[in-house]
Nanobody, 115 residues
Framework: QGRLVDSGGGLVLPGGSLRLSCTAS????????MDWYRQAPGKQRELVAR???????NVADSVKGRFTISRDNAKNTVYLQMNSLKPEDTAVYYC?????????WSQGTQVTVPS
């Protein structure tokens, strides 16, 4: 059974940076597409960034130029580097792995950027 464990969230001032990590176990990590989602209070969960098995990436327009997704298949880990953080980036961030219908979610890590 697969499992995702994320970390790296916290409180950061506007303009600051954080790097989230998500480590997978129990799955063949290299074949999975990996996503970072976020959910702010009272809002729907939204896709922030995606990295495919071939390492091509997509990022949401709202974070383009500020957030970068990457993966290290040797460490079974996906990262989200977040720079120039804004109060509107405040949310719980979730890691998601999927390969066809096989999907897994992390428990979520809180990122808070005070206004």
């Amino acid at each position: 059974q697969g499992r995702l464990v994320d970390s790296g969230g916290g409180l950061v001032l506007p303009g600051g940076s954080l790097r989230l990590s998500c480590t997978a176990s129990g799955i063949l990590f290299s074949i999975y597409t990996m996503d970072w989602y976020r959910q702010a209070p009272g809002k729907q969960r939204e896709l922030v960034a995606r990295i495919y098995r071939n390492e091509s990436t997509n990022v949401a327009d709202s974070v383009k130029g500020r957030f970068t997704i990457s993966r290290d298949n040797a460490k079974n880990t996906v990262y989200l580097q977040m720079n120039s953080l804004k109060p509107e980036d405040t949310a719980v961030y979730y890691c998601h792995a999927w390969y066809f219908s096989d999907t897994y979610w992390s428990q979520g890590t809180q990122v808070t950027v005070p206004s």
